[in-house]
């Protein structure tokens, strides 16, 4: 199921994003410096916020579309959306953090099972734990299970590993290996670090200050891509 | 203590905690629309709603009287169509209470919804929840300590509602009568012991409000 983003346009004070992309790998990497307007095209995509102009479709569906004055609210859109605060409720435990997107979800696919999901990110243990009495790790872990209970039809990563050290990364990339593995459904991943876009994407996109600079195989130019966008900002 | 006492404490009671139920749905729905959007007019009515606050008691009891007596716009309507009084019965009570305490909740609940990080409001939308659904179970929970705070506020300047109650509802005894009009009249007809009781009832039921107040907006979360 490919994303398409048709002349995509918002402007937020001085800032302003214009785009155009199909995005069908199945984990496509969304690349770039602070500022370069990943988490603002996140928020389009999730109906968190509404572009200026421009479309956005996920196969046969429209999610919105300027022209036509057609916007899919985000309660009706089914896109996990995991942001890089995670956003869990600290008035919920675990579990009711977990059940929240899931209740009145019928999963199809068992995968999306309460069982399954927290088999595979290892919640099972603190479930019923608060979620103020977390460690970072086991927050991220949850946060990800409970946009996967939602059972949603696309998943936006917006930079799972950034607020980790170097050792609570190396113990989330393999979950988040797994969810890529164990899930057919696409997956967009925000990073700012070459080497988790090359560890984990197909494909990347990269973005510079609102706009597109390259898109193609996360290869080894990569770093290279990634050290220009880098040293460009810094020059600005 | 008389019976006509414990009917006065009881009919006060009964009125502040009856206002106070009226307004909060009114009351939450001010307060959170001041607090998360943006509409034309939102500053006008941002000020009427604090204008209680700052003016005399009984220039808004007068106001309310013109508006709600029977020859007012909404108080022949009210009386034409469904037969209701307004003025000088228990509803005008609820009315100038409700009217008196409004800021005080709004204004509380308002900040608490303030404080809600609205990227957990939003998130709660990915996962499938409608506005309504964010409301109760995310932004309503989160802001309950001021909320809850800003009730218990709301219905304490209930109790000690004067000069608004007087004018709308005058003060007939047994009927419009409150604790507050009712120390004032004991006072007036030299009934010094009646008032000083009346008054340690009040101040026992204003510091009990208040200290509930206090206790939940300090309350550590779980």
New interface residues.
Partial sequence: MSLVLENLRIRQGEFSLELSATLGAHVTGIFGPSGAGKTTLLDMI???HRPAMGSIRLGDCVLTDCAARSFV?????????V?Q?L?L???LSVRGNLL??HR??EPSDARFSLEAVTELLEIRPMIDR?I?ALSGGEKQRVALA??LL?APVLLLLDEPLASLDARLKQRILPFLRRIRDAYPLPILHVSHDPAEIRALCDEVLVLDAGRVVRQGAPDSEQGGAAEDVHSSSRSN | MTGDDWQLIGFTLGMAALSTLLLLPIGLALAWLLARRQWRGKSLVETLVSLPLVMPPVATGLILLKLLGRRGPVGGFLHDTLGWDIAFTWRGVVVALGVMSLPLLVRSARVAFEEV?S??E??????????WR?FF??SL??AGRGVLAGTVLAFARALGEFGATIMLAGNIPGQTSTLSLAIYQSVQLGEDSRAYWLLGVSAIIAFAALWTSEWLLHRQ??
Avoid: C, K, N
Wanted: glycine share 14%; no cysteine.
């Fill in positions: 999730a109906g968190l609210p985000a309660h009706r859109r089914r896109i996990g959306y942001p605060d956003a409720f600290p008035h929240f997107g009145g979800v608060s103020t409970r946009a939602a | 990080p990227r957990l939003q998130i709660a939308g990915t996962l499938g929840a409608g506005p964010v179970t995310v929970p989160l979360r779980p």
